[in-house]
C-alpha cells in the first residue's frame, strides 16, 4: 500500500495591511516631533540650570553678608553669649573684672601716711597712747602698738578708730595684750587694721 499524507492544515500566509502605518513622510515628521521634544526639554533644564546656579550664586553672596554683618554684631557684645564653655568664661570675665578694680584702685587717689597719722591724732582715749605705728602692703594694712592702763580703754580705742572716716574700710583685729608687769599695771596691746577689698 502506498503512503499517503494529507495535509489538514492550510498553508499560512501573513496578511498584508492594506495601507502602510506610516509613510517616509510620517515616519519624518514623527521623528522630528520627538526630537524637537526632547530638544525643548534640554533647553528648558539648561535655563533652570542657569537660573538655579544663579540664584546659589547670590545666596552665597548674602549668606557672606550675613556673616559679617553677624561678626561685626558679635564683637560688641560679651564673649559669654557665643561661648561654648560658660563657666570657664564666667571665671574669665571674673578675673578681668578683679583686674579691672585693682587697676582703677589703683588710679584712685591714695591716703597718704600723713593724713592717717593726723587721724590717728584726732583720736583721743583717756590712759591709752601709742607706742609704734608701722604700714605695710602698700598702705592696705596699718599695725598699731600701744600701752593702756585697762583693758575696757582698748574698746574705746578700736570705737574711736572706726568712727574716724578715714578708717571706715578697714577690719580691725587685736593681735595680742600682754601685761606689762609695772607698778602701774599697765597693758601692751597690738591692732592691725587691714583695709577691705
Known sequence: MLKQEINLYQPFTTTRPDKALLTWKQFWISHAIVLTFFTLIYLSLTV???FLTRERNQLQLQTIALEKSFNTLKNQYPSIFFSQNIPQTLELM??????????????????SFSQK????????VSNVWLTSISMSNAEQELILKGNMLKSENLQ?????????????????????????????????????????S
Open 117 to 124: 597719722l593726723l587721724a590717728l591724732s584726732r583720736i583721743s
Open 48 to 50: 533652570k540650570v542657569f
Open 94 to 111: 571674673q578675673k578681668n573684672i578683679a583686674d579691672e578694680r585693682k587697676f582703677l584702685n589703683g588710679l584712685s587717689p591714695h591716703t
Open 156 to 196: 574705746a580705742l578700736l570705737l574711736n578708730i572706726s568712727h574716724e572716716q578715714l578708717f571706715a574700710d578697714f577690719n580691725f583685729n587685736v593681735n595680742n595684750i600682754e601685761n606689762l608687769n609695772n607698778k602701774e599695771g599697765s597693758l601692751a596691746f597690738q591692732i592691725t587694721m587691714v583695709k577691705k
